[in-house]
C-alpha cells in the first residue's frame, strides 16, 4: 500500500515529554523532525540547526516577508515559525514530519493541511504534570507557576485536536508507539490509498480480460 506523507504535529505542556516521543518516533520509525527558527536565545547545550535555527527578529521577519513558514506564532515573546520549504520537500518526498509546536501553530497547519494529525500529548493527572516540572529541578518555582498556569490557558484548546495520547512515566517508547499505530491507521484510510485502489483495480480488470 501506499506509504504517503504526512504532517503529525505534535503539542502538549511544557514538561511533558514531547521532546523524548519524538525521538523515539525518529530512531524507531523514521519520522523526521522539522526545525524550527526561533527569535530566543539558545539554552545550554541547545545547538544552531539541531533544535532550532536561533535567528535575529530582522531574519525572522525577512523570513516572514517572504512566505518562507508555514506558520509561526509568538510565545512570551520570541518568534517561532515552521520553514516551508523543509515542510513541502518532505512530503513531496513522502515523509512522516513531525511539527512539535504549540496551540495556535498547530490550528495554522490544520487549516493549510487539513490532513495533518493534530496530536495533543498530555501526563494522566496535573498532579503528575506538576510533579514532572518540580522534579527536573532546574526551574525557579515562579517559572513552575508560570507553566502550570499556561497548562490551563492551552487545554482549553485540547477540544480542537484529532487525538489525545497521554505520557505516563518512564513510558515515552510506549507513547510513541501509539502515535505510530495513529499514524498507521490514518495512512491506511481509503482515502489516502487512491493510487493504490487504482493500480489494484487495474490489476484485477487485467485478469478478467
Ligand atoms: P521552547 O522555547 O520551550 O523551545 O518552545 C516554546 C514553545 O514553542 C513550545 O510549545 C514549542 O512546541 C513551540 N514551538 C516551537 N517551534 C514552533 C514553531 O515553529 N511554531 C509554533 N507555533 N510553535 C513552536
Redesign the pocket.
Known amino acids: 500500500m501506499d506509504k504517503g506523507g504526512c504532517l503529525i504535529v505534535i ?1 502538549g505542556f ?1 514538561g511533558v515529554g ?1 521532546g523524548t516521543v519524538s525521538r523515539k518516533l525518529v530512531e524507531k520509525y523514521g519520522y523526521v523532525v522539522s526545525v ?3 527569535t ?1 536565545a539558545p539554552r545550554e547545550g541547545e545547538e544552531n540547526g539541531r ?2 535555527f536561533f535567528v535575529s527578529r530582522e531574519e525572522f521577519l525577512d523570513s516572514v516577508s517572504k512566505n518562507g513558514f508555514i ?3 509568538t ?2 515573546n ?1 518568534y ?3 520553514p516551508r520549504t523543509f515542510v513541502e520537500t518532505g512530503l513531496e518526498a513522502g515523509r512522516r514530519i513531525i ?4 496551540v ?2 498547530a490550528l495554522a497547519v490544520k487549516k493549510q493541511y487539513p490532513d495533518a494529525a493534530l496530536i495533543f500529548v498530555t501526563t494522566p493527572s496535573a498532579g503528575e504534570l506538576k510533579e514532572r516540572l518540580t522534579g527536573r529541578g532546574t526551574e525557579s518555582q515562579d517559572v513552575i507557576d508560570a507553566r502550570m498556569a499556561r497548562a490551563v490557558a492551552e487545554s482549553e484548546y485540547i477540544d480542537n485536536y484529532d487525538y489525545i495520547v497521554c505520557n505516563e512515566n518512564g513510558k515515552a517508547e510506549e507513547c510513541a508507539d501509539a502515535i505510530h499505530h495513529i499514524v498507521e491507521s490514518r495512512s491506511m484510510q481509503v482515502r489516502h490509498q487512491k493510487e493504490f485502489i487504482t493500480r489494484l483495480k487495474d490489476e484485477l480488470a487485467g485478469f478478467s480480460e
Not at 511539527?99 to 504549540?102: A, D, G, S
Request: proline letters at 0%; hydrophobic letters at 20%.
Open positions: 503539542s511544557s514531547k524550527s527558527a526561533t530566543r533544535e532550532y506558520e509561526y506564532a510565545y512570551v520570541n517561532y515559525g515552521t511539527l512539535e509546536i504549540e495556535q501553530g
